[in-house]
C-alpha cells in the first residue's frame, strides 16, 4: 500500500510539474521582450537616430487611428547605404491583432512606388500635396509626400470599418 500511495504520489507531482511547466511556458513572451530583440527601440530614441542619419528633422502626425493600442515602437532601419534606410513606429495591441497601425518614412528620392492596380483614391492634403489612398498585402495605406520625406500611413484591413479612408486623411493633415 505505501508503495502504490508513494508511486501515486510521485506520479502526481510528475504530472504537476509538466502541466505547472508547460502552461508557464506557453505563454506568448511580452513584446516588451521581443521588439527590441528584432531592431525596436522607443519612438523618440529611433528618430533621433533617423534625424542624425540623414541630418534634417522629421515631422510626424500628431493623431492616431480611434484604436486601442497596449504598445508603440519605432525603428530605424539603417541598411548598406541610403536607399533602403527608413523609419517606422508601430502601434500594436498584445490582445487585438487587428489593432495595428505602422507609419513608414523614407526620402523621397528612394520612395516606394505606388502601382496604379493598387490605387483605391486620391485625395488632396490640407497642404495641396496629393495623396493616395490604396490597398496591399492586408493593409490600407495612405502614400503622401511632405518635406523631401515619403509617408506611408498603414492600418490593417480588419479595422476598415473603424479607420476609413477620411480617418487616415485626417491624421496626415494632423501634422500642419
Not at 62 to 86: A, K, M, Q
Request: glycine share 2%; hydrophobic share 40%.
Amino acid at each position: 500500500m505505501i508503495r502504490t500511495i508513494s508511486f501515486l504520489s510521485i506520479s502526481f507531482c510528475l504530472l504537476f510539474f509538466v502541466t505547472v511547466f508547460a502552461a508557464a511556458h506557453d505563454n506568448p513572451r511580452p513584446y516588451e521582450e521581443i521588439y527590441p530583440e528584432i531592431g525596436y527601440k522607443t519612438v523618440d530614441e529611433a528618430l533621433n537616430d533617423f534625424e542624425q542619419h540623414f541630418n534634417q528633422s522629421l515631422k510626424l502626425p500628431l493623431r492616431v487611428p480611434p484604436l486601442i493600442f497596449t504598445h508603440y515602437f519605432g525603428r530605424f532601419n539603417n541598411s548598406e547605404g541610403d536607399i533602403n534606410d527608413s523609419f517606422e513606429v508601430i502601434f500594436i495591441n498584445d490582445q487585438s491583432s487587428e489593432n495595428h497601425y505602422n507609419i513608414s518614412v523614407r526620402p523621397i528620392k528612394y520612395k516606394v512606388p505606388v502601382q496604379e492596380k493598387y490605387v483605391l483614391e486620391t485625395f488632396t492634403l490640407k497642404n495641396g500635396n496629393e495623396a493616395i489612398y490604396l490597398t496591399f498585402s492586408g493593409f490600407n495605406i495612405l502614400v503622401f509626400e511632405r518635406d523631401n520625406w515619403q509617408y506611408m500611413l498603414q492600418i490593417d484591413k480588419r479595422v476598415s470599418n473603424k479607420v476609413t479612408s477620411e480617418t487616415l486623411l485626417d491624421i496626415a493633415n494632423s501634422m500642419d
